[in-house]
């Protein structure tokens, strides 16, 4: 069974950093692209980053460009978020995904993804 752990959130001040981590068990993630999502409260479900399989090629939304990076240890099964220069509007649960079959991963659609974990909140705050 395909499964997720997100974790790492937590409460921290604006211009902050944090690393999620996501942790995949029931498949190798040697030849799957992971994706990064977030959701606030109220607010639709939207692509953070995206990682590939093949060539490590990464792809990031415009509001965390410069700011976060995603990173891969196929040796450890896991998939990393660094975040940094955090702002309040980062506050979000923070969840990582893989791409349904045939589906182009690198629009960040959340659609476009399954096998969902359960996530892990990120809080940006004074």
């Known amino acids: 069974q395909v499964q997720f752990v997100e974790s790492g959130g937590g409460l921290v001040q604006p211009g902050g950093s944090l690393r999620l981590s996501c942790a995949a068990s029931?498949?190798?993630?040697?030849?799957?692209?992971i994706g990064w999502f977030r959701q606030a409260p109220g607010k639709e479900r939207e692509g953070v980053s995206c990682?590939?399989?093949?060539?490590?090629?990464?792809y990031y939304a415009d509001s965390v460009k410069g700011r976060f990076t995603i990173s891969r240890d196929n040796a450890k099964n896991t998939v990393y978020l660094q975040m940094n220069s955090l702002k309040p509007e980062d506050t979000a649960c923070y969840y990582c995904?893989?791409?349904?079959?045939?589906?182009?991963?690198?629009?960040?659609?959340?659609?476009?993804?399954?096998?969902w974990g359960q996530g892990t909140q990120v809080t940006v705050s004074s």
């Open positions: 995904a893989a791409p349904r079959l045939y589906r182009d991963y690198r629009l960040l659609r959340a659609a476009d993804f399954g096998s």
């Open positions: 990682i590939s399989s093949s060539d490590g090629s990464t």
């Open positions: 029931g498949f190798t993630l040697d030849y799957v692209a």
